[in-house]
């Protein structure tokens, strides 16, 4: 039975340059790292016998938690076509955010992949789909809150 979520990690090539983007760009509180794992229990996890990782956790403000890393070795590889997203396997990461329109924008500019526009849905929700710049797919939401719900106390 799970007992919770702890995290989503992502792979990056530049992990310096991917703490830069989720923190400056997304607006993540940078924990940790990058600190280096090379061998050890973690090339049992990953399954890389001389495994050499740089490992950094980013945090959302309400506690949800980025793993990024960076595989020294082996050297990391490229899927063949970066902007198809129905490959099995294929991960996207989906952020909350006050603005989707601005957001998106600022991810473009930060040297984000878009694919479509801003996409507006009847109850007035906003969706985006796109791609930072290290070619991880990421959704951004923005839902309106209610106006309709009565004041208490008044």
Known sequence: MIVGMTHVGVVVPDIEKAIA??????GMNHRDGPRESKGGPN???????????????????DGSVLELIEYI???PTVRADQRERSVIGATHIS?????????WQEFIDAGGTKLMPVQTF??????AYLQDPFGNWVELDSHPQPTNIPKVGV
């Open 21 to 26: 983007f989720y923190r400056d760009i997304i």
């Open 43 to 61: 090339a049992g996890v990953v399954g890389y016998k001389f495994t050499h990782m740089k490992i950094a956790h980013m945090d959302s403000p």
């Open 73 to 75: 070795n082996p050297s």
């Open 95 to 103: 952020f909350e955010v006050d603005d989707v329109g601005r957001v």
């Open 122 to 127: 009847p109850d007035g929700r906003q969706e």
